[in-house]
């Protein structure tokens, strides 16, 4: 078991892999020795129980921050918002900064600001609003969302005395992505290594550089490995295809490229909503333990990586793992109670939408070969799914819909022409002194795969970066919804009057045409109603 829990905010990739090699990890053991025996010193969770959150904030979590390093200010300015009032804590590197900071005009008190805290009563529930509870109603996780945007400060801790979070401003959002430590379970049950998991990301000396390198780095891993996957998800196809055509009882032949294709797609989204689903806890791995080790996706994984790591022959006439992979699939359609897995039954796993997966099957060699692709990087270590966006896997297959399935009548190589990688004959590339890549080749009477416009790479978008996302939101739909507030807005006011109504006229009228005859309109109207339906009317055509 991990020390920590975490919520897609970085890599678990990062985290296990490459973290222990930064020089940051390298915590001189005395010191996180200290840090460990100051706040042990202060547990008692006995106490903490019956503490309301002011009382835990001063008997606790204001010397707990002390002990990480950090200059605290507590209530910091109040914010303009929607029922919002102030944060807890805000959280400054020196006593310095926090003077200076405190002469300054209150509207730029935050941009001061290292991180915000925000604390709740002991245990208290980080994901539920408490209808019950008139003085603390809203959600946490969202409260903290609205205080990192709202302030616009990057970094924000929400604590419960017992669990730690860590939230970055852009994917708090959806409140659900986050950095997790369980400090009761690291006190009272862990070793001093695991409290180094604690302290390398709640410690003042972790803001911004370390928290900030974890978070980059997670985030070009997963480009990386989208790279690199879209590379593979090709492959794979391509194999998945041959293996149709190669197994002995299957009859199939150039006649049902068509249907092999379209069902060889199917059956890759299906392992790779399988490999996202375990990845990111939608499917029990790691909490069932029959599941885990006897059904998962992950187990046939690991067993197929040793085989293949292991050199161990696989046969293209036996098909184990097509009937393993079909019970897995079963499993998700249906549900298991005993298996702790809900029902997946939107048609992608239902075997009486795709008859042809039911009456076909590929041999153990090939399966075994796509597993592994689709599992694990060129540098055989296994790809962590939770590092990837939905949409990403979502447009990797997109992209794989505008490719063809041909068999070679002769042997092929891809060559680059004007900006594109075509195939072409063999003996034709050697003629023309073209640098081959025997990797590449396809062999007569094997399956490759190309565009209408025989381009062997996709020509369509995959993934659409971020940027470009919130680019295209921000100046398209920003404005739309920025009008309609103001619409809004403005009805609200012509309805109650608290505006006179001649000013609310005068600014509608700047931007229409006709304005002659709108003024003449205007002043045939003559009771308050009757101008404040002329004004909404008017409203409508803004």
């Known amino acids: ?108 008190y935050f941009k001061h600001v290292a991180c915000l805290a925000e604390a709740k009563r002991w245990e208290r529930n980080l994901d539920k609003k408490i209808k ?100 593979n998800v090709y492959e794979s196809l391509r194999l998945l295809a041959h293996g149709f055509l190669e197994f002995p009882n299957n009859n199939l032949s150039q006649n049902d490229l068509k249907k092999i294709h379209d069902n060889s797609l199917i059956f890759l989204y299906r392992l790779l909503f399988i490999f996202y689903a375990e990845y990111n806890q939608l499917l029990p791995l790691r909490e069932n333990k029959a599941y885990t080790d006897y059904y998962s996706l992950d187990a ?47 048609g992608l796993f239902d075997p009486k939408n795709h008859h042809f997966l039911e009456d076909y099957k590929v041999g153990d060699a090939y399966v075994a070969k796509v597993i592994d692709l689709l599992s694990r990087s060129k540098e055989k270590a296994f790809i962590d799914y939770s590092s990837l966006d939905i949409r990403h896997l979502g447009s990797i297959y997109e992209g794989l819909l505008e490719y063809k399935l041909r068999i070679a009548k002769e042997d092929l190589v891809p060559i680059k022409q004007k900006g594109r990688e075509v195939y072409v004959s063999l003996k034709e590339a050697k003629k023309q002194g073209k640098k081959i890549d025997k990797n590449k080749v396809v062999y007569t009477g094997e399956v490759y795969l190309v565009t209408d416009k025989g381009e062997r790479k996709a020509t369509g978008s995959y993934y659409t970066p971020r940027y470009i996302v919130k680019y295209i939101i921000e100046n398209t739909l920003g404005p739309l919804i920025d009008n309609i507030f103001k619409k ?23 931007d229409k045409e006709e304005k002659q005859n709108l003024k003449r309109l205007w002043e045939l109207t003559k009771s308050d109603k009757e101008k404040k339906i002329f004004l909404l009317n008017l409203l409508d055509g803004v």
């Open 1 to 108: 078991m991990t020390p920590y829990r975490n919520q897609k905010l970085f890599s678990n990739h990062y985290l296990e892999r490459l973290l222990p090699e930064e020089k940051e990890f390298e915590i001189n053991e005395a010191e996180l020795k200290e840090v460990y025996q100051k706040i042990r010193a202060l547990w008692d969770k006995n106490r903490f129980s019956s503490l309301n959150e002011s009382q835990l904030r001063k008997h606790f979590l204001d010397k707990v921050f002390e002990i990480l390093g950090w200059t605290v200010d507590v209530e910091p300015p109040t914010l303009i918002g929607d029922g919002i009032k102030h944060p807890d804590y805000a959280l400054f590197y020196s006593k310095n900064d926090l003077k200076v900071v405190q002469k300054t005009p209150k509207e730029k």
């Open 132 to 231: 019950s509870d008139p003085e603390d109603i809203q959600n946490p996780s969202l409260q903290m969302s609205h205080y990192l945007w709202l302030t616009e400060v990057k970094w924000g801790i929400l604590t419960n005395g017992r669990y730690w979070r860590l939230y970055e401003r852009e994917t708090s959002k959806k409140i659900d992505i986050f950095y997790e430590i369980d400090l009761e379970s690291l006190l009272e049950n862990g070793k001093l290594e695991d409290f180094r998991y604690f302290y390398l990301f709640f410690r003042k000396d972790a803001f911004p550089a370390f928290v900030e390198k974890v978070y980059q780095g997670s985030k070009d891993y997963a480009e990386a490995v989208g790279e690199e996957l879209k590379e």
């Open 300 to 346: 046939i994984k690991k067993e197929i990586a040793d085989k293949i790591d292991k050199r161990k022959h696989l046969p293209i006439s036996t098909h184990t793992y097509w009937d393993r992979l079909k019970e897995l699939f079963e499993i998700i359609n249906n549900g298991n109670k005993e298996l702790d897995v809900p029902p997946y039954n939107g």
């Open 488 to 510: 809004a807005k403005l009805a609200k006011t012509i309805k109650e009057g608290t505006k006179p109504l001649e000013r609310i006229f005068e600014e509608l009228l700047k």
